[in-house]
């Protein structure tokens, strides 16, 4: 099937739905394929369920006129994604780097929706499957789409840009992650960098923290509009942390204008950049200071992204979501600053590391070893390996750890949560 006609089908139907368990009636449901599944083996249950058509790329699985048969699922999905996106007038912010997407994403779109029709990813679809189907939820209506765009391997960025053929990007930062994709970090840096080379050659706009040398060195030859937030001469906005207790609270610098002081709901003096990028991006949108401290001090963080939790025994802070060793080493700084009688750690594997995994790790354990801790539990076979001793308690996974904590709880602590998502350390939550 052409993508036009795909297309039409679409304008009728617009709702693409990829695992059958979220088909809906009046839904098309692509029928993609992953490395331990086969989506058209499903095609038959989404339709069952309302979806009226199922893209599919298998032809033993086609049944009657319902079956629409393509080359490749997923090039047809990106390929119609493409087509809807050039239909949108939504002007497009593209927002990648190793930490903090996802929170810079959700507080540019809590400013802009302030001002505009404002649309972005849900959750965390950031790949090469998220991003097709984010551009296929946007509305004619829609005037601003924040996109996150993740990546694990070099050209992914690109790939993903032009897909989504963004208007303006914002790197947020660039640290030690993914290594064993990109293989050292001047391969991330390369890799976060494609972002600023799809803009370049469009000649659009790019948001750059001056605070980051890396970053702000990366800009300095950009031929298109460059915005700076943060410590530079030409900055849109700058600001300083007052107080972390435990939540954090700043003032934002506007030049030639009043200070604005910002009391937020979220932890982690790392977040503070992400209020920085996305203060200067609803600046420049033209959207006033006032909707600006509006949306920062109502956002609350959710998905183990920098949550704070009041259990019965302890004050958790809970970011879990991932990790990797700059996420890690800056959520342990910030964690140490805040007051507390007795602080503890629960500390995941980090992974897609290769063979910088055992070294990182270690790192990771000398940082630790230099704060007022009292004690860490490690979770994960490559810390499991590891020779400790004194403070540290060693663990397979996140369900021993859940066994021990039931029949050793701990009490009267703060404890911070951080790892790798499929370390699951949301289990041992409850336990807390």
Same mark, same amino acid.
């Given at each position: 099937?052409?993508?036009?006609?795909?297309?039409?089908?679409?304008?009728?139907?617009?709702?693409?739905?990829?695992? !059958? @368990? /979220?088909?809906?009636?009046?839904? %098309?449901?692509?029928?993609? &394929?992953?490395?331990?599944?086969?989506?058209?083996?499903?095609?038959?249950?989404?339709?069952?369920?309302?979806?009226?058509?199922?893209?599919?790329?298998?032809?033993?699985?086609? &049944?009657?006129?319902?079956?629409?048969?393509?080359?490749?699922?997923?090039?047809? %999905?990106? &390929?119609?994604?493409?087509?809807?996106?050039?239909?949108?007038?939504?002007?497009?912010?593209?927002?990648?780097? *190793?930490?903090?997407?996802? *929170?810079?994403?959700?507080?540019?779109?809590?400013?802009?929706?302030?001002?505009?029709?404002?649309?972005?990813?849900?959750?965390?679809?950031?790949?090469?499957?998220?991003?097709?189907?984010?551009?296929?939820?946007?509305?004619?209506? $829609?005037?601003? =789409?924040?996109?996150?765009?993740? /990546?694990?391997?070099?050209?992914?960025?690109?790939?993903?840009?032009?897909?989504?053929?963004?208007?303006?990007?914002?790197?947020?930062?660039?640290?030690? =992650?993914?290594?064993?994709?990109?293989?050292?970090?001047?391969?991330? @840096?390369?890799?976060?960098?494609?972002?600023?080379?799809? %803009?370049?050659?469009? @000649? &659009?706009?790019?948001?750059?923290?001056?605070?980051?040398?890396?970053?702000?060195?990366? /800009?300095?030859?950009?031929?298109?509009?460059?915005?700076?937030?943060?410590?530079?001469?030409?900055?849109?906005?700058?600001?300083?942390?007052?107080?972390?207790?435990?939540?954090?609270?700043? $003032?934002?610098?506007?030049?030639?204008?009043?200070?604005? @002081?910002?009391?937020?709901?979220?932890?982690?003096?790392?977040?503070?950049?992400?209020?920085? =990028?996305?203060?200067?991006?609803?600046?420049?949108?033209?959207?006033?200071?006032?909707?600006?401290?509006?949306?920062?001090?109502?956002?609350?963080?959710?998905?183990?992204?920098?949550?704070? %939790?009041?259990?019965?025994?302890?004050?958790?802070?809970? $970011?879990?979501?991932?990790?990797?060793?700059?996420?890690?080493?800056?959520?342990?700084?910030?964690?140490?600053?805040?007051? =507390?009688?007795?602080?503890?750690?629960?500390?995941?594997? +980090?992974?897609?590391?290769?063979?910088?995994?055992?070294?990182?790790?270690?790192?990771?354990?000398?940082?630790?070893?230099?704060?007022?801790?009292?004690?860490?539990?490690?979770?994960?076979?490559?810390?499991?390996? +590891?020779?400790?001793?004194?403070?540290?308690?060693?663990?397979?996974?996140? $369900?021993?750890?859940?066994?021990?904590?039931?029949?050793?709880?701990? /009490?009267?602590? !703060?404890?911070?949560?951080?790892?790798?998502?499929?370390?699951?350390?949301?289990?041992?939550?409850?336990?807390?």
């Amino acid at each position: 099937m052409e993508i036009s006609a795909l297309y039409e089908a679409f304008l009728r139907y617009p709702l693409a739905v990829t695992d !059958s @368990r /979220a088909a809906v009636p009046g839904s %098309l449901f692509f029928a993609l &394929k992953g490395a331990r599944f086969d989506g058209n083996r499903f095609a038959a249950e989404a339709l069952c369920k309302g979806s009226v058509m199922a893209v599919i790329d298998d032809p033993s699985y086609r &049944k009657d006129e319902r079956y629409v048969l393509v080359d490749n699922v997923l090039d047809s %999905l990106q &390929k119609l994604a493409v087509f809807h996106r050039k239909q949108m007038k939504a002007r497009i912010i593209a927002v990648t780097g *190793t930490n903090g997407k996802t *929170t810079t994403k959700e507080l540019i779109k809590a400013c802009l929706s302030k001002r505009y029709h404002a649309a972005g990813t849900e959750g965390n679809l950031n790949n090469h499957i998220g991003v097709p189907l984010t551009l296929l939820r946007l509305k004619y209506n $829609d005037e601003t =789409a924040v996109i996150e765009i993740g /990546a694990n391997h070099p050209q992914e960025i690109t790939m993903l840009c032009n897909i989504a053929d963004p208007d303006d990007g914002i790197i947020t930062n660039i640290g030690r =992650a993914h290594i064993e994709g990109f293989g050292s970090f001047e391969g991330v @840096r390369k890799a976060k960098g494609e972002l600023y080379d799809y %803009l370049a050659g469009r @000649r &659009k706009t790019i948001f750059v923290n001056g605070n980051d040398p890396v970053l702000a060195q990366m /800009a300095v030859s950009f031929p298109g509009n460059v915005f700076y937030y943060g410590d530079h001469r030409n900055t849109v906005v700058s600001g300083k942390v007052i107080k972390m207790d435990p939540f954090m609270s700043f $003032d934002l610098f506007f030049p030639g204008k009043e200070i604005l @002081r910002v009391n937020t709901q979220i932890t982690g003096r790392y977040n503070f950049d992400n209020f920085l =990028a996305a203060a200067c991006i609803s600046t420049v949108f033209n959207v006033s200071q006032t909707d600006i401290l509006q949306a920062f001090e109502t956002y609350k963080p959710g998905n183990m992204r920098s949550q704070l %939790l009041e259990t019965q025994s302890n004050l958790v802070f809970l $970011d879990s979501y991932n990790a990797n060793p700059s996420s890690v080493g800056a959520a342990v700084a910030s964690f140490v600053e805040l007051p =507390a009688t007795c602080r503890v750690i629960i500390l995941g594997e +980090m992974l897609e590391l290769g063979s910088h995994s055992v070294s990182e790790h270690k790192a990771i354990l000398r940082l630790i070893d230099t704060c007022d801790v009292n004690h860490v539990f490690l979770v994960g076979p490559v810390f499991k390996k +590891m020779k400790v001793s004194g403070k540290y308690s060693l663990f397979n996974d996140s $369900d021993e750890l859940a066994v021990y904590l039931r029949e050793h709880p701990v /009490a009267g602590s !703060s404890i911070l949560v951080k790892g790798s998502r499929l370390m699951a350390l949301e289990k041992v939550v409850p336990f807390l």
